[in-house]
């Protein structure tokens, strides 16, 4: 599957709720977390906000106890895959979170531009390299005491600045098969 882009390190759950309420995740909107870790970021967007969320992670163990948890919560509107963010198609999605490094981001700035035009992408706490975010949220964990920032991009705000492939240097090619997320809510799988 390749190396992994980045350590895992969980977001605190009181900003993660403010976040999503800030993102306009609503009953039925679509979330994906690109390197979900503990699952913990899918599990409140469903859970709190009635979405359908998809977890991607590369850790095996992390996947098995993100699925766990899911399965204890009784949460069916939950998916975790075991799979690189490299190469996951975003087509239809609402919100796409990632808590990664800006290296870890600026890799995957093409599986960023499968998204829809209307496709909001949340950071947390590093920016996308090159990329202008259409809002900037600091928000302050009561559990860590610390002060937690939020890059929201709007993807048409991307592409009107900078082009369709997300880094002004032409279009994007997928050169990978893609993992396609609608299929996995799909009543068969």
Not at 3 to 24: C, I, M, T, Y
Not at 76 to 93: Q, T
Not at 133 to 157: C, K, N, Q
């Amino acid at each position: 599957m390749g190396r992994r882009l980045n350590p895992f390190v969980p977001s605190p759950r009181d900003v993660l709720n403010r976040a999503f309420e800030e993102a306009g995740i609503v009953p039925g909107s679509l979330m994906v977390d690109l390197g979900s870790g503990d699952g913990r970021a899918p599990m409140i967007a469903a859970k709190e906000f009635g979405a359908k969320a998809v977890g991607f992670e590369i850790n095996d163990a992390l996947v098995h106890h993100a699925e766990q948890s899911r399965r204890r919560l009784r949460l069916n509107d939950v998916r975790y895959v075991k799979a690189d963010i490299r190469h996951v198609d975003l087509r239809s999605v609402d919100v796409v979170f990632a808590y990664l490094t800006s290296d870890a981001l600026e890799a995957i700035k093409p599986v960023l531009m499968t998204a829809d035009e209307e496709t909001l992408v949340m950071t947390h706490d590093y920016p996308i390299p090159g990329w202008e975010p259409s809002e900037v949220l600091r928000l302050r964990s009561d559990t860590t005491a610390r002060t937690h920032l939020f890059y929201l991009y709007r993807i048409r705000d991307v592409v009107r600045r900078i082009g369709r492939s997300g880094s002004g240097m032409g279009p994007t090619v997928p050169t990978t098969p893609s993992i396609s997320i609608r299929t996995l809510f799909d009543e068969d799988a």
